[in-house]
């Protein structure tokens, strides 16, 4: 069983930055990746970033390559998205996933943090 928390979030003005954490608890091994994902008001929960454990392997939505980047402490079991140049489209739910495979489908993750917010302001 695989335990989630996300925190870091908040407002910050375009072009700002904000970094979001994940803290992992409970049978971590059994997982291969860890991924981000966020739903905007009125929209469905959409991929951001993924990472996998072993190797630390990235695969990244479009709209965010160049400015997000995903990392991992496997010692500390936390998982990491650094959100630079923000845009007020970036607003959203943050959450934190883990899977047993890289992938960027919602049902290929068995483990879902509560989520935090990111409001970006123009």
């Known amino acids: 069983q695989v335990q989630l928390v996300e925190s870091g979030g908040g407002l910050v003005q375009a072009g700002g930055s904000l970094r979001l954490s994940c803290a992992a608890s409970?049978?971590?091994?059994?997982?291969?990746?860890m991924g981000w994902f966020r739903q905007a008001p009125g929209k469905e929960r959409e991929f951001v970033a993924v990472?996998?454990?072993?190797?630390?392997?990235?695969y990244y939505t479009d709209s965010v390559k160049g400015r997000f980047t995903i990392s991992r402490d496997n010692v500390k079991n936390m998982v990491y998205l650094q959100m630079n140049s923000l845009k007020p489209e970036d607003t959203a739910v943050y959450y934190c996933?883990?899977?047993?495979?890289?992938?960027?489908?919602?049902?290929?993750?068995?483990?879902w943090g509560q989520g935090t917010q990111v409001t970006v302001s123009s």
């Open positions: 409970g049978r971590t091994l059994s997982n291969y990746a």
């Open positions: 996933a883990a899977g047993g495979a890289i992938s960027i489908k919602r049902a290929d993750f068995g483990s």
């Open positions: 990472i996998a454990w072993t190797d630390g392997t990235t």
